[in-house]
């Protein structure tokens, strides 16, 4: 007779999702719980009793990140399972929370049906993944993998001057550098997609392979002012023109590279910015993501290319490398097992990659990890229209219980 699985509770799943949405939720039914803000003390006070309440011990380090542990029967680095908490303003239900109750589901499965795990079970919360009050976004996971600097951090401020360092403090969150996740046997990250592919190609779950690596500039134009009226156009040094000009030049180039290619010109500043004034000035961003560096180098070439000669319509042009991040690979074992599990689940499913930068990213550079997507409906995220199925969000959470059980048993 062939061994039932050990399935979550989905209907508890969904209650403990909505019961989170309250602490900031929205009149639209989104989330509005910004880093270490009230709301996020008192969803942080509630995790904790949730994990108390499973026997599990508790621990905070320096940044505010929280661990709770399952102890294992064996002393090996536990299995993690997490995400974040804090969203942006007018955000939605599912992102960053969904990885965390994940978490605090299968621990919940785990110990109502009596199973003392071998390696020891820890579910994360990382502070201020969204960087929606303090940037950078993953400041803690950032700073735990050492691609940020904690000094740097802690006087990063939000718009009313508050700094990350005043704020933790007043949360009562604070606490030591010697509670950090230093090591673990694996980590596990369950997100949404915040995209359209899984379900416009009918899909359950997407067993993501990396984070895309990414290069951004930003591109100035500068030409003449002058009277909008009385300016003849053969005479002008227009830098809005200009713009239109390589931007329309950019897409062009950027858009015969790959398919798999995404490019935005997410932001503009016109100057001086009045009707009757012809522009003297434009500076926009130009950001690309890929998985393979060489398209990533052909990004560049294209946009270092927009400068030559130098001048344009009249309009001098200057381009800035703002900042760049290589592609994050997760670790092919982990991703096999999760594939494994989405299999025995008898869910279907795909291997992909992510746009959007997440805490294991950084997490990846020190532990082995990996991540689970599940649909976003319209691709929404980031807003109060987010929405995943409950269904989605179960199935999802049994391919990380499966893949827990899995990496117990080996």
Known sequence: MKKQKLLINGERLSKTLEKFADFGRTVNNGVTRLSLTEEDRLVRDYFCSCCEELGM??????????????????????????????????????????????????????????????IPVMIVNFTNEEGARFEPSMMSSGILSGKFEKTTMLQKTDSEGTTFEEALNASGYAGEVESRL???????????????????ESLTIGVVECVLGMVCYEIEVTGESDHAGTTPMNMRKDAFFTTNSLITEARQKLGMLDDDL??????????????????????????????????????EEIIEGLTTPGSKDGCEIQV???????????????????????????????RMVSGAGHDAQFIA?????????????????????????WEDCEKGVNVILETVLAIQSK
């Open 57 to 118: 011990t508790i621990k905070v380090d320096d940044l505010g990140n929280i661990y709770a542990t399952l102890p294992g029967i064996e002393d090996k680095p536990p299995i993690v399972m997490g995400s974040h908490m804090d969203t942006v303003k007018k955000g939605g239900r599912f992102d960053g929370i969904l990885g965390v109750v994940a978490g605090l589901e299968v621990v919940r499965t785990l110990v109502e049906n009596n199973i003392k795990p071998k």
């Open 320 to 350: 800035t490398k703002l900042w760049d991040r290589d592609t994050v690979w997760f670790d092919k074992s982990i991703c096999d097992l999760l594939e494994q599990s989405t299999n025995s689940l008898g869910l279907s499913y795909k």
């Open 365 to 389: 550079s020190y532990i082995p990890t990996a991540m689970v997507f599940v649909p976003s409906i319209n691709g929404k995220s980031h807003c109060e229209e987010e929405l995943t199925t």
């Open 182 to 200: 230093k090591e673990a046997t694996a980590f596990l990250e369950l997100h949404i997609e915040q995209g359209p592919i899984l379900e416009r």
């Open 262 to 299: 995404v490019f935005t010109m997410g932001r503009v500043n016109v100057f001086p910015n009045i009707h009757t004034v012809i522009p003297n000035k434009v500076i926009f961003s130009l950001e690309a993501r890929h998985k393979d560096p060489k398209t990533i180098r052909q990004v």
